[in-house]
């Protein structure tokens, strides 16, 4: 007789970005040493997913889990000591008592993909061993513009566990990047999430790209706001409402402030302003 999954409920609040309830419901009774240190890691990363780095790197000290000291690696990173945090990261994946470590491998992967060198991330997540991996690597895949690589790795995932988040999760992104009559599909795996856990502004936002890409902005419109009031300065909100926004000849410059302030790295805001600079290099060209 199969023994429970005992972090099953965790790791679905987790996947889905129900991060505060990840963290809220974290204390499970029962858990062996392995499960505890892999509870411990979706706990922290949901910490980081909420910004909250510098917590997570005084809680982890060194003489914790090779697979927390990676999580506290990806805090560093994030916090802006990305030369630091890189130096580590390759010390620790060239030491062969570690470094295939799978909690280390996807923080690589994670963190080679922000710095979007797609190639190095692949060398340390390609071999997958784990759900997490292939769907990474299908997220990396997808970056490289190789849905056919991608269905590669979805097909492993299929054959390992169809019915997981994770796999549900990945099947998604797919179906969005392939389009076309893919994405009622997609629609439909956000609408069984919606149906059976706690509403997310993940979902909400995967509901509203499908809705947009079927040309029903409105409902897009109605799922993103609802996804705002969860969470103001969600990067991915804000970008999806301006793009939503301007399909429906509303201004946006206000959730493009908004975003511009929260995430100025963030892709929409590198893109406009680099269209803004050639404009202007363009007008005075001819000036």
Known sequence: MATPDLLFNLRNLFYLGAYQSAINNSDVPGLDADAAAERDVIVFRSYIALGSYQLVISEIDSSAATSLQAV???????????????????????????????????????????EQDYNEALKHTHTGGTLDLHALNVQI???????DYADKQLKIMQQTDEDHTLTQLANAWLDIAVGGSK???????????????PMTGMVLNGKAVC????????????????????????????ANLIVCNLHLGKASSRYFNQLKLSHPDHVLVKSTASAEDNFERALQAVA
């Open 72 to 114: 506290k690696l990806l805090a560093l990173y994030l916090t802006g000591d990305k030369e630091g945090a890189i130096s580590s990261l390759k010390e620790w994946l060239s030491d062969s008592a570690i470094g295939s470590n799978p909690v280390l491998r996807l923080v690589a992967g994670i963190i080679f993909m922000h």
């Open 141 to 147: 895949f997808l970056k490289m513009h190789r849905s």
């Open 183 to 197: 994405i009622r599909e997609a629609y439909l795996i956000f609408q069984d999430f919606a149906e059976k856990y």
């Open 211 to 238: 809705c947009m890409h079927m040309g029903s902005f409105e409902e897009a419109e109605t799922l993103l706001l609802e996804a705002l009031n969860k969470d103001a300065k969600d990067p991915e909100t804000l």
